[in-house]
């Protein structure tokens, strides 16, 4: 069964930066696609990044991009989420996902809202809250 579990938010001031970790195991396969998700109070899950984890190939949701990087250490199945220039509006619980399929969650990362049966497996959320 595959376990993902998010650390690094925090509270941070608006401008300030945080890197979120996802440490994933119990993989079955060796071709997983992994991505960050955040849901904002009275929000719909959206979308942020996500990296296959054998190539490393990414993907951004196109309001993402700029501020935030993902990337990965391949040898720990850790994936990151480096944010910089935080703004009041990235306040939310950030979650990774993992799939063995990379379309689907490019999909999940496009979609609105983003249905949690698409991808097989959640983590349980890091709350990342930006003062202004």
């Known amino acids: 069964e595959v376990q993902l579990v998010e650390s690094g938010g925090g509270l941070v001031q608006a401008g300030g930066s945080l890197r979120l970790s996802c440490a994933a195991s119990g993989f079955t396969s060796d071709d997983y696609t992994i991505g960050w998700f955040r849901q904002a109070p009275g929000k719909e899950r959206e979308g942020v990044a996500c990296i296959r984890l054998k190539t490393g190939s990414t993907f951004y949701a196109k309001s993402m991009e700029g501020r935030f990087t993902i990337s990965r250490d391949r040898a720990t199945n850790t994936v990151y989420l480096q944010m910089n220039d935080l703004k009041p509006d990235d306040t939310a619980t950030y979650y990774c996902?993992?799939?063995?399929?990379?379309?689907?969650?490019?999909?999940?990362?496009?979609?609105?809202?983003?249905?949690?049966?698409?991808?097989?497996?959640w983590g349980q959320g890091t709350v990342v809250t930006v003062s202004s």
């Open positions: 996902a993992a799939d063995t399929i990379l379309g689907a969650v490019i999909v999940a990362i496009q979609s609105s809202p983003v249905r949690l049966k698409d991808l097989d497996a």
